[in-house]
Nanobody, 114 residues
Framework: VQLVESGGGLVQPGGSLRLSCAAS????????VGWYRQHPGKERSWVAE???????NYPDSVKGRYIISRDNAKNTVYLQMNMLKPEDTAVYYC?????????WGQGTQVTVSS
């Protein structure tokens, strides 16, 4: 299973970005997928998750600004990030679990700065 994130970049505060997590080697349309981020020198933290039944969950720090969604035909999970803040700057990763094994992507850098 390979996960490839894309869509990161430089954006001004208040702007938006959409990250993509494209999977190959396995169908993730009915699997748990989470998005995480890692600030320099800190541990990776969770920012969004989508479950097999389509339910979603977010921490308070991004609730109302981030939206996780799926496109099953493309075997891809998205993270729409709105009203971005400088503290959202981080490397963003996606993760899935298949038969008890964790799979991570390589990460994509998001920088929020004027």
């Amino acid at each position: 299973v390979q996960l490839v994130e894309s869509g990161g970049g430089l954006v001004q505060p208040g702007g938006s970005l959409r990250l993509s997590c494209a999977a190959s080697g396995s169908d993730i349309s009915n699997k748990f997928v989470g998005w995480y981020r890692q600030h320099p020198g800190k541990e990776r933290s969770w920012v969004a998750e989508i479950f097999s039944d389509g339910s979603t969950n977010y921490p308070d720090s991004v609730k109302g600004r981030y939206i996780i969604s799926r496109d099953n035909a493309k075997n891809t999970v998205y993270l729409q990030m709105n009203m971005l803040k400088p503290e959202d700057t981080a490397v963003y990763y996606c993760r899935t679990q298949i038969y008890g094994n964790d799979y991570w992507g390589q990460g994509t850098q998001v920088t929020v700065s004027s």
